[in-house]
């Protein structure tokens, strides 16, 4: 079955940094775009970071532009978001998620804050 596991959330501090992986098992991970998004306390969901399946093209919520990376290693099924200048705004559960189907991973707490 479809599995998808967050990992890499933290505290860290303002204008910090942090990257969060998640592992892909039991689909053809290169065959499928992939998205971070993220709920924070009392908002409602959203994408912050899109990529095709090869990688070749990404795309960012306004939010996070300038700010943010997604990346994959269809080569260890992994799906990486690397988070840098990071403000108690980003301050959230973040998920990966593969767009066709609908999966969703458990989610990686970050927390934003001196």
């Known amino acids: 079955q479809v599995q998808l596991v967050e990992s890499g959330g933290g505290l860290v501090q303002p204008g910090g940094s942090l990257t969060l992986s998640c592992a892909a098992s039991g689909f053809t991970f290169s065959s499928y775009d992939m998205r971070w998004c993220r709920r924070a306390p009392g908002k409602e969901r959203e994408c912050v970071a899109h990529t095709t399946s090869s990688g070749s093209s990404t795309t960012y919520a306004d939010s996070v532009k300038g700010r943010f990376t997604i990346s994959r290693d269809n080569a260890k099924n992994t799906l990486y978001l690397q988070m840098n200048n990071l403000k108690p705004e980003d301050t959230a559960v973040y998920y990966c998620?593969?767009?066709?189907?609908?999966?969703w991973g458990q989610g990686t707490q970050v927390t934003v804050s001196s």
């Open positions: 998620n593969r767009v066709s189907g609908n999966y």
